[in-house]
């Protein structure tokens, strides 16, 4: 079965951090785009940064600076460390797979279930 479980959200103090990961099962990462989306409350889901199959990045502007995307195809696992976190950052975060191309758009093709990321004081 073919599966990504993320893990790491909670509840944080601004300037914290938090380092979420996404690990896949069923399926090798090893070819795919890896890429961390979030949604917070009465707001459209953002693509917040990606990393490529030979580790090429991408990160919005809104995170840039502040968030460090890494993957270990080893462990099969792919992380998303969070630091300076800001009360605009609390949302729900989710991994996906898919390629390149599809991550502005967000037409990824496997998803995981997400983690709740809360940034207040």
């Known amino acids: 079965q073919l599966q990504l479980v993320e893990s790491g959200g909670g509840l944080v103090q601004p300037g914290g951090s938090l380092r979420l990961s996404c690990a896949a099962s069923g399926f090798s990462l090893d070819y795919y785009t890896m890429g961390w989306f979030r949604q917070a409350p009465g707001k459209e889901r953002e693509g917040v940064s990606c990393?490529?199959?030979?580790?090429?990045?991408y990160y919005s502007d809104s995170v840039q600076g502040r968030f460090t995307i890494s993957r270990d195809n080893a462990k099969n696992t792919v992380y998303l460390q969070m630091n300076s976190l800001k009360p605009e950052d609390t949302a729900v975060y989710y991994c996906?797979?898919?390629?390149?191309?599809?991550?502005?758009?967000?037409?990824?093709?496997?998803w995981g279930k997400g983690t709740l990321v809360t940034v207040s004081s």
């Open positions: 996906a797979a898919g390629f390149w191309r599809d991550f502005p758009s967000g037409d990824m093709d496997w």
């Open positions: 990393i490529s199959s030979s580790h090429t990045t």
